[in-house]
């Protein structure tokens, strides 16, 4: 009071009665409150009442955490984020403070979802509070969580054929592709794989590759269930639907004539294969009906007669070549050789060693043949006396007298060899 002085202050709380104000006035109680108020001077002049409504605001504020976007069991992907939303019923949030794992200083939440992205894989934990207008501070709340940012692991796999070259994996037109992933936490949600750069597809179940082309890209991925994709991973196969060719060859003597071969048991048949692709696996060949055999080098044939011999390769993927056949006939036997003189016999008489000669008159003819029943004789040879050998071509006709010595030989077309001596004396 400006004149005489304040003799007294009088105060009213929530309309009681008015009482002089002596102390400070406390209010312990969280609700809206009416103040009134008005003061006497020292000569009884009093102030109009004054009136003044407030709330008091005693509780903090509550802070709840949401994640966005797909989470499993409190595990997070790093395209996660998580929103924090405040609520004070009675004076407002001031401020939201957050802060990871061990973290010195809290940030202050703006309202944006907080980005996960930069969190290392394995656990942590966000802690966060809020503060109202009044300084009512919320006690700290956490929420622990996995961060995932492995992707699944894939691999391709081939069911059947397949073969690894140096530089490439060749596979059949049978060959099954597999795809199979692994996720080290939260699981595979799927498997993805694109072929010759089309678009992927979702894998379902093995699948195999079609003949009309000699390879093949294969991209595949996983994806786990948090959406987690693993570095698309590419394979090359290479497609082999063409069987290998085999040949045969024989060393030594072989005589062919309307498709059977003529050979001694002396010959070794030799098998060849070749494959442009995967490559030639083994040779198999069968004789008559004995167990198949895997060819590992020339073999031969130890018994005469006649044989049915089948050989077939088999590349590495398994395409196996249909089965050639052929006729063979082991001959080891020489030709038999014939000598017929032109008139019989006129007398004997013994060598100068003791043997008994045939003698025989001048002008006496001889005839030389050979009979073969197998590969057939191939030409007969003679030699009168010890001089120089040749070809019988026409009978042998003898005309001066004296002792003659004819060494024959005749061999057959797989070189089986038969020689023959007769000794005879011309005279007249």
């Not at 006497?40 to 009136?51: F, Q, R, T």
Request: aromatic share 12%; proline share 4%; hydrophobic share 30%.
């Amino acid at each position: 009071d400006s004149m005489v002085g304040v003799k007294d202050t009088y105060v009213s709380i929530d309309g009681r009665e008015f009482e002089p104000y002596r102390t400070e006035l406390y209010f312990d109680q969280e609700k809206d409150y009416n103040l009134r108020f008005y003061a006497v001077d020292l000569v009884g002049n009093a102030s109009s009442p004054k009136e003044l409504k407030f709330t008091i605001d005693l509780t903090p504020p509550v802070t709840k955490h949401k994640i966005l976007g797909h989470v499993i069991e409190n595990i997070l992907s790093p395209q996660n984020t998580i929103r924090l939303n405040s609520f004070d019923e009675l004076a407002g949030v001031k401020r939201t403070y957050y802060k990871f794992d061990s973290q010195n200083e809290y940030s202050v939440y703006l309202g944006s979802p907080i980005k996960l992205n930069k969190l290392s894989n394995g656990t942590h934990k966000l802690i966060y509070y809020s503060e109202d207008h009044v300084n009512n501070v919320e006690d700290t709340s956490s929420y622990r969580f996995y961060i995932d940012t492995i992707p699944p692991t894939v691999n391709i796999l081939i069911d059947g054929d397949k073969y690894h070259s140096t530089k490439k994996v060749y596979v059949s037109a049978q060959s099954q592709v597999k795809l199979k992933a692994t996720d080290n936490k939260i699981g595979v949600d799927r498997i993805e794989y694109a072929i010759n750069s089309k678009d992927f597809q979702t894998y379902t179940k093995p699948f195999t590759l079609q003949a009309n082309r000699s390879n093949y890209e294969i991209v595949y991925r996983a994806i786990d269930k948090l959406g987690n994709i693993s570095n698309p991973r590419r394979w090359i196969l290479n497609m082999d639907v063409t069987a290998p060719q085999s040949s045969i060859k024989f060393i030594g003597v072989s005589y062919e004539q309307r498709s059977i071969v003529w050979i001694t048991s002396k010959t070794k048949i030799s098998l060849s294969s070749h494959d442009d692709k995967s490559g030639v696996k083994n040779i198999k060949y069968q004789i008559g009906f004995d167990q198949e055999k895997n060819y590992s080098g020339p073999f031969s044939l130890d018994k005469e007669g006649k044989y049915e011999l089948k050989f077939w390769s088999v590349d590495n993927v398994n395409n196996s070549e249909a089965k050639q056949k052929l006729r063979i006939v082991v001959d080891n036997t020489p030709p038999s050789i014939i000598v017929n003189f032109s008139v019989a016999s006129i007398d004997t008489t013994k060598s100068n060693d003791g043997s008994i000669l045939e003698v025989f008159p001048c002008n006496t003819s001889i005839f030389l043949g050979a009979t073969d029943a197998s590969a057939s004789s191939e030409g007969i040879w003679y030699s009168i006396n010890g001089r120089s050998e040749k070809k019988y071509k026409t009978p042998l006709t003898f005309r001066k007298e004296g002792n003659y010595k004819l060494i024959i030989r005749s061999r057959d077309r797989v070189n089986n060899e038969s020689i023959k001596i007769v000794s005879f004396l011309i005279k007249d």
